[in-house]
C-alpha cells in the first residue's frame, strides 16, 4: 500500500513503484536494493523483508520487474508531485483530454481545440478527473509499447493487447476489459467483506483479553488480601509463609499476562495486516481504474486470501482461575506446621481420559456408557465435579439420527456417560470438556442390530429332536437315506456335536446368525421347534 507521495525507504518521489505480496509498496530502485533471504545462485525463489511491517514476501521468478506495478502510488500523491505536460512536456498539466488520455497545459489545450482532427474531444479539468489519478490514461503494454492495454486474458489473468492476442496469447479466451471488470470486482469485494467481518472478530478478542487481564489483575488482587488476612494470625512463621505465598501468587500472575501478551500481541499484528489489505483493497476499489484494479487484483486476491486463511482463538489463552484455600496444609515452614496454599488446578482437555469395556461398540436398544476422567495439565486427577462436559453422538449416514446421552457429575472428577442407541450402523462420538475434544475423542461407534433370539431348538440332530420325521430339517444342512430331509448322528452333513436347528450355531449361549427362511423351511424349522 503506498503510503503517499513518497517512496518510504528513500523518502524521494516515485519511481516506477512496485507493489509486494504484503500490499505495500516501494520504487524498483530502493526494492533492488534490498537484499534477498534465499541463497544466491539456486534457482529456488528467493524474498525479501518488507522494510515497512517486515514480513518476508517471496519474489516472482523473474525478480522486481515482475512485481505488480503500483498505479495507485503516483495518483495518491496529490499536490505533492505536479503532472507535467504530455505534448510540450515544458508547462503544468492542468486539463486532460478524456478522447486520447493526454494530460495537457493551457497553451497546448488551446491548439488541442484548434486542430481538426482534435477539435471534437472532450476536455475536463484535471483536478475533475478521479482523485487527479491515472483513471482515465492509456496504460500501454510492456512488451508492445505502442499498443494499448484493452483487453483480458482469461487464461492468463492478465490485461494485454491486441498484439499480444495474436502473439503470445493466441488462442486463449479474452474480453474486453470493460466486460470482465464487474466479475472480478466483484470476487475482490466478497473477499474484502471477508476479511472485514474477521477484523471485527478479531477487535471483539482483543477486547475480551484486555477484559481478561483486569479480571486476572482484580482476581490477584482479591486473593493477596484473603492471604494478608489468614497470615495476621501468626508471627514470624506465618510472615515467611505469606511473603511465600505472595511471590507465588506474583509469579502466577505474570505468567498469566504474559500468556495473554502474546496472544494481544500476535493478534494486534494479524489484525494491522488486515487493515492495511483492506485499506489498500477498499482504495484500489474505489480510486482505482478499470484496468488498474484488473491488473492489482491477482496480488491483492492472494494477501486477502491468506490473511483469512490465519487461524486465531477467538478466546484469551487463559483465565482467571486463581484460588486461595486456607485450609490446605502447606507444610513446614520456620518450625510451624502452616496452612493455605494457591490453588491452580485447572482441568486439561487434552488430559483427559475415557474408560470403558464397551467404549466403542454397542447394541440396539440397550443401554451402554462409558466413564470420563478428568485431570489437570500435570496429569493428575481433578479430584472434584462441577465441569463443563458436553456429548453428542450422531449417526454417520444419518444426519437426523442423534442419540440423547445422559451424563453423571460423580464429584471426585469422574462423569459417567450413558446412552441407549436406537438405530444400528456407525455413529461418531465426540466428548468436550470447557468446548475442547478429551483425549481419544472423537471416535467411532458401532451399534449392532438388536441380540436375536434363536428360533429353533439346540438338539443333538433333527431325527431325535423331530421324533423321527422325515420332513423336519437343520440349518446345519445335514441329511440321512431313506428321505429324511435333517440330520441324523453320522451321517453326512451332521457338525457331530449338539447344535441350533435354525442357524448351526454349536454354542448354546450364543446369537442366532440365522437368516431369514422361506415359508417353506420356516413351518419345516417351526415344526422342529414345536417337537
Known sequence: MSSGPRCPVCAEPWVSPRLLPCLHSLCAPCLRRLGTLGEPGRAAARSVLCPVCDAEVALPPGGVGQLTPDYLA??????????????CADGAAARRCLTCGADLCLFCCQAHRRQKKTASHAVTELENTKDCSQAGKPLFCPSHPTEELRLFCEQCDQPVCRDCVVDRHRQHPYDFTGNVIHRHGDALRE???????HMGTLEDVLGQIDDMGSAVRSRAEAVATEICLFASGYVKAIEVHRDRLLKQLEDLKVQKENLLHLQKAQLQQLLLDMRTGVGFTERLLTSGSDLEILITKGVVASRL?????????????????????????????????????ILNKVVDPGRCTLHGEDLHSARQHQLTGFTLLCNDTTGERMGRGGEAVRVTITHKDKRDCAVKPTVCDNGDGTY????????????????????????????????????????????????????????????????????YQGCGHGHKGHPGCPHWSCCGQVKESSECLGGPPSDTSQRSLLRTVAL
Open 74 to 87: 503516483p495518483s495518491h500523491s496529490g499536490a505533492a508531485v505536479a503532472a507535467g505536460c504530455d505534448l
Open 191 to 197: 473477499l474484502l467483506k471477508s476479511t472485514q467481518q
Open 305 to 341: 486470501a491468506k490473511l483469512n486463511s490465519v487461524a486465531y482463538n477467538t478466546h484469551p489463552s487463559v483465565d482467571d482461575g486463581i484460588q486461595f484455600s486456607p485450609q490446605e496444609r502447606a507444610g513446614q515452614c520456620c518450625g510451624y506446621e502452616v496452612f493455605g496454599a
Open 416 to 483: 459417567h456417560i450413558s446412552y441407549s442407541p436406537e438405530e444400528p450402523g456407525l455413529y461418531a462420538v465426540c466428548i468436550y470438556v470447557k468446548g475442547q475434544h478429551v483425549q481419544g475423542s472423537p471416535f467411532t461407534l458401532m451399534v449392532k442390530n438388536k441380540f436375536r433370539e434363536h428360533q429353533g431348538v439346540f438338539h443333538c440332530c433333527t431325527f431325535c429332536s423331530s421324533g423321527g420325521q422325515k420332513a423336519a430339517r437343520c440349518a446345519c444342512g445335514g441329511t440321512m437315506p431313506g428321505g
